[in-house]
Nanobody, 125 residues
Framework: QVQLVESGGGLVQAGGSLRLSCAAS????????MGWFRQFPGLEREFVAA????????YYADSVKGRFTISRDNAKNTVALQMNSLKPEDAAVYYC??????????????????WGQGTQVTVSS
């Protein structure tokens, strides 16, 4: 089974950028579809972005569309989330997740059996 480790979180000023990375090991990365989710204190995780196996399809939450970009490198077993024009309301713990295929769609966290440990993103106003 695949193991996921996120990195790249930190503190950034509003309007700034961060690039999150998720490294996968223990499985054939190219067989997984990947997602990014985030969790605010006291709330459920919410969908941020997802990408198909071949990078041909990407999906975004309305709240991040046009600001965030998901990408993957199957040769390096990584998936990235480029976050631009960050807002204080983007501050959360960000998680990457993996599954073999989507049945109910890429935004449902119940679709993903594999999760990383999360990385904190803090945005100062």
């Amino acid at each position: 089974q695949v193991q996921l480790v996120e990195s790249g979180g930190g503190l950034v000023q509003a309007g700034g950028s961060l690039r999150l990375s998720c490294a996968a090991s223990g499985g054939t990365f190219s067989l997984y579809v990947m997602g990014w989710f985030r969790q605010f204190p006291g709330l459920e995780r919410e969908f941020v972005a997802a990408i198909s196996r071949s990078t041909s399809s990407t999906y975004y939450a309305d709240s991040v569309k046009g600001r965030f970009t998901i990408s993957r490198d199957n040769a390096k077993n990584t998936v990235a989330l480029q976050m631009n024009s960050l807002k204080p309301e983007d501050a959360a713990v960000y998680y990457c997740a993996a599954t073999w295929h989507w049945r109910a769609g890429p935004a449902a966290q119940s679709e993903y059996p594999y999760w990383g440990q999360g990385t904190q993103v803090t945005v100062s106003s």
